[in-house]
């Protein structure tokens, strides 16, 4: 019932446990004995040091019956009593019935609950001093019409929000008290709608109310003081189902009851589950943290949502790593940790746990020694760079991560690079990274550090990252997108330690930067979402300047856009939208736009022909020499650009999410869940993705030319053996040392089952040493380079104002 905080070798990413109840009826006592009767509404005290919750209050949602509490006996959360604290409320001999609204008021020792009676129409708001055991309640105010309080939400000590059922509507009512008085300043009505709103919260870092409305199967969103206008969906379809999506408005959030507040996201209580919705994400990532459509009672290690079941949870708290939540229908309160120590950003953190249950992480570096001859066998490697824990830490690539990672950009390489300096971005945390290499020539070893957190203008004005992010050629340069009151292009010197953020543009009409991209060092495609549309913009500067001389749409589309390339060689934009790739003529885009690949339909298929291939909801692309790179879905594509017919390959993964890596024989030998944006190696056969849900960047090399279709080998699985050997034994035995074995009996195994073998098991590491042409000798590359830094950086152009026309220099 109440076991001690788990330990961090723990195999889950996160647990759910019973805190207390599970029996039937009413018991007072221990968490091991104790039981609540369809505990509802819930609420604590603020928490001493080593707690995360202070003493909890809890209603029934039986009539008649009280407030418990569960007050703890040690300095933390692990053991305590609980038992009834106010019986129920009464008026003369009409038993009261208590709601689900139940909160503690800052600042104060009270708490604050809800009761309605039969005889009259009006819920009564009662105040609690918990200092007092015992002491009957004091009523403070009534809410007129409403025939339960649903919610009661404290934003401060003075600031109070009501959620309200009527005969025939909801509403959202905003009290302001006189300091900690119970005397009302002012009392209006926020929003009221025909829906059963179950909750509503303020988040006042963004200035915005959130609101369940569970008939709806949805969550709103507006701001307070203009709500009736601004009101739109934060999450859910309106279908009657539990399950997440990539964009909150695409998930399904089944009859909603329970909202509660973490820094950066806000947790819901749905039907039979518990979900979570990233509040610093663009897209409203929304997920289901535990539990699922179908109502049960187990509990247990959290491996994926499905393994726990609860059955009709209604309302839950939050606190560093930890929700409680009232499973009403189970009469059981219970506890979800998360052992990765990020539901939200809060301390404390176990060390890096492993997110993939069963096995051990591979105790080799990401970047092993160069590849060897044996391993062409294989079609290509994909492979963990950094990350994979649901968090952001800097660090070394063994241990950084950064969750949601989902945009990326690297500085030109030096000799025997595949990239420069590395920068990525989450927008789920409005923060960019940046990965510098070790050594100057090769990409083994590096420091992830985050550089700019939070985003914030010249104005001191905080902003939301975007998806848009490149660097200019020729330079060290790196411009990203951030959404302020409007939409700006910002840049920061990439060579710089500690680099500051410069305004460059202003979109006024750009609701989001969907991609950013320099086609040439005074040339950049700017892909954006409007309030109606989307569009795809060529901006031209002076010179290196950051001063804007023209700026035309190249193409507009009422479907979303998400990313537009050029191809110089062809003289051809290629640009990303539902299920397709379009292409024009950068001289004149709107009257030569054609369809490149995809057929419009959902799927992951190649094709010989391009638009006959199925490429689901494209986000990110990469240009090759004669490829074009795309992650779509779940998987990584290429479109073969010189080849007629243009034929699309599926490179790695499929339809289905995973997270596995190593070495490819056929596409779904290895899995993404939802990569996005991706860079191509310019002087190697490397590309870098951003494997969004999976919190990583994996790298993918080919030993032989990326574009080869169909993928070999076809089969069998595993691969055929090297040429064999007989027809001439005497010259192969003679060669310098060479790491391809002169006669090898048993075929290869294609994953290595341990690490400690350096030979040709492991798969090719994702960054060799030199550059495509074999060096004569792998493991001793040229003379190493002299530590001076990659670049040797002319400084940084002055920057120009934000807007075009462009006025004077500032």
């Not at 003075?158 to 905003?174: E, Q």
């Amino acid at each position: 019932p109440s076991p001690k905080p788990p330990p961090p070798p723990v195999p889950f990413p996160a647990d759910l446990q019973i805190l207390f109840g599970g029996l039937d009826g009413f018991v007072s006592g221990s968490l091991e004995t104790a039981s609540i009767e369809s505990p509802m509404g819930i609420a604590s005290l603020p928490p001493v040091p080593g707690q995360s919750f202070g003493d909890v209050f809890i209603t029934s949602g039986v009539p008649g019956q009280g407030i418990f509490r569960l007050r703890w006996e040690d300095g933390g959360n692990t053991d305590g009593q609980v038992r009834g604290y106010i019986g129920g409320a009464v008026r003369g001999s009409d038993k009261g019935t208590l709601s689900a609204g139940i909160a503690h008021r800052p600042g104060t020792h009270y708490v604050y609950y809800s009761a309605h009676f039969v005889q009259d129409t009006r819920a009564q708001v009662l105040q609690i001093d918990t200092r007092l055991f015992g002491q009957p309640p004091r009523g403070v105010w009534t809410m007129k019409d409403c025939s339960a309080v649903n919610e009661i939400f404290w934003h401060d000590s003075s600031t109070v929000f009501i959620t309200c059922t009527h005969a025939s509507s909801s509403t959202v009512t905003r009290i302001v008290f006189d300091a900690l008085t119970t005397n009302q300043l002012s009392n209006t009505e926020l929003y009221k709608s025909s829906a059963t709103l179950s909750s509503a919260v303020y988040d006042g870092r963004r200035d915005k109310l959130y609101m369940a409305a569970e008939s709806q199967n949805n969550i709103l969103q507006c701001s307070p003081d203009d709500c009736a206008s601004s009101v739109n969906i934060l999450a859910g379809d309106g279908a009657a189902d539990i399950r997440g999506a990539s964009i909150g408005s695409q998930a399904s959030v089944n009859s909603p009851s329970g909202l509660a507040l973490g820094e950066g996201q806000l947790f819901v209580t749905a039907r039979n589950a518990i979900m979570a919705v990233a509040l610093n994400d663009s897209f409203y990532t929304t997920e289901v943290l535990a539990g699922s459509l179908d109502p049960g009672e187990f509990v247990g290690g959290v491996l994926q949502p499905a393994d726990v079941a609860f059955d009709k949870p209604t309302k839950l708290l939050h606190s560093q790593n930890q929700l409680l939540v009232t499973d009403f229908s189970n009469d059981r309160v219970v506890r979800y940790s998360s052992y990765m120590g990020k539901i939200n950003p809060a301390p404390p953190s176990p060390p890096a746990a492993p997110l993939s249950p069963p096995s051990p992480p591979s105790p080799q570096p990401p970047h092993p020694p160069p590849p060897s001859p044996s391993l062409e066998l294989s079609t290509a490697t994909v492979q963990k760079v950094l990350g994979a824990a649901f968090r952001w830490a800097e660090g070394s690539l063994s241990t950084a991560s950064i969750a949601y990672v989902e945009a990326i950009a690297a500085l030109p390489p030096a000799p025997g690079q595949a990239f420069g300096d590395v920068f990525l971005a989450s927008t789920a945390f409005s923060a960019l990274f940046r990965l510098r290499w070790a050594n100057a020539s090769t990409n083994s070893e590096g420091e992830v550090k985050r550089i700019i957190s939070p985003i914030e203008n010249q104005d001191g004005d905080r902003g939301t990252l975007s998806l848009g992010i490149s660097v200019r050629p020729s330079t060290n340069l790196v411009y990203f997108g951030a959404k302020f009151a409007e939409t700006q292009v910002m840049v920061i010197d990439g060579a710089a330690d500690n680099p500051s953020p410069t305004e460059v543009l202003t979109l006024p009409n750009c609701r989001f930067l969907a991609d950013l991209q320099w086609i040439s060092s005074s040339s950049a495609l700017v892909t954006c979402w409007l309030n109606a549309g989307n569009v795809i913009y060529k901006y031209d500067f002076q010179g290196d300047s950051d001063t804007v001389l023209s700026f035309e749409e190249m193409y507009t589309s009422a479907q979303r856009l998400y990313a537009a390339v050029y191809d110089e060689k062809r003289d051809m934009v290629y640009s990303l939208q539902h299920n397709k790739i379009m292409q024009c003529s950068l001289a004149d885009c709107p009257s030569t736009i054609t369809t490149l690949a995809g057929d419009g339909s959902a799927g992951i298929k190649g094709a010989d022909v391009g638009v006959e291939a199925k490429i689901n909801n494209p986000v990110g692309l990469a240009i090759g020499v004669d490829q074009l790179f795309l992650t779509a879905k779940h998987a990584i594509m290429v479109v073969d650009l010189q080849s007629a017919g243009n034929p699309t390959a599926v490179l790695a993964g499929g339809l289905e999410t995973g997270k596995s890596e190593g070495v490819i024989f056929k596409p779904t030998d290895v899995q993404f869940d939802t990569p996005q944006k991706m860079i191509k190696s310019p002087s190697s056969n490397y590309l870098y993705v951003c494997d969004r849900r999976n919190h990583r960047v994996v790298s993918y090399f080919s030993m032989k030319e990326i574009n080869s279709f169909p993928p070999p080998p076809p089969f069998p699985f595993p691969p055929p053996l090297p040429p064999s050997p007989p027809p001439s034994p005497p010259p192969p035995s003679p060669a310098p040392p060479s790491p391809l074995p002169p006669s090898p009996q048993p075929p290869p195994s294609p994953s290595p089952p341990s690490p400690p073998s350096p030979s040709p098991q492991p798969p090719p590491p994702p960054m060799p040493p030199s550059p495509p042409p074999p060096s004569p000798q792998p493991p001793s590359p040229p003379p190493p380079p002299s530590p001076s830094p990659p670049d040797p950086p002319s400084p940084p152009p002055s920057f120009s104002p934000k807007t075009p026309p462009p006025p004077p220099p500032p």
